[in-house]
């Protein structure tokens, strides 16, 4: 199962803290062309280093669907941001 939901929320000194819902399907189709470029990166550096480019996509494609439940907190001095993904 893919990711559905990206929610980040930014804690700051004094001052409300900012929380972002981005659904992933959506962002995902409007990055395509991105995506597409990076895939095409992918297969031609597999092809230079000669490995496996279906092996490579399918290493991929279980990372990304293994991320939902993931959560990362990063913290410098006093603001914090916290990412979950759902």
Not at 33 to 59: F, K, N, Q
Not at 65 to 73: C, H, I, K, N, Q
């Amino acid at each position: 199962m893919i990711p559905q939901l990206l929610t980040v929320r930014v804690k700051r000194p004094d001052r409300r803290p900012i929380r972002v819902w981005i659904p992933v399907i959506p962002a995902a189709l409007v990055l395509s062309p991105v995506v597409v470029l990076a895939v095409l990166g992918v297969v031609v550096a597999c092809l230079v280093y000669r490995l496996s480019v279906a092996r490579a996509l399918g290493t991929g494609w279980r990372i990304v669907s293994a991320l939902p439940g993931t959560w990362f907190d990063v913290e410098y001095s006093r603001t914090a941001v916290l990412v979950a993904i759902r």
